[in-house]
């Protein structure tokens, strides 16, 4: 929440150089975080399904994965905006 609200108030007034970077560490952290959390709740979702159905573990490993991947898209943005600076 706080990112949106931060990414809000950067578009309608402007952001400078700083701002953008010190946004972009925030957001890295931030999804850093996401992403350890995913990976927890992924292992223990699946050790509770583990003896049920296969579909329903399929569709654990795919909402799963599908989490982790917009965690990584997520910080590969912010660290090329990071790093892309001249």
Aim: proline share 0%.
């Amino acid at each position: 929440i706080a990112l949106l609200i931060a990414s809000l108030i950067m578009m309608f007034f402007g952001a400078s150089d700083f701002g953008l970077l010190v946004y972009s560490y925030i957001a890295v952290g931030i999804f850093s975080l996401f992403t350890m959390y995913d990976v927890y709740r992924i292992k223990r979702t699946i050790m509770e399904v583990a003896y049920e159905d296969e579909s329903v573990l399929e569709r654990v490993e795919l909402i799963g994965a599908l989490g982790l991947y917009l965690d990584f898209i997520n910080i590969f943005i912010n660290l090329l905006r990071v790093f892309g600076r001249r």
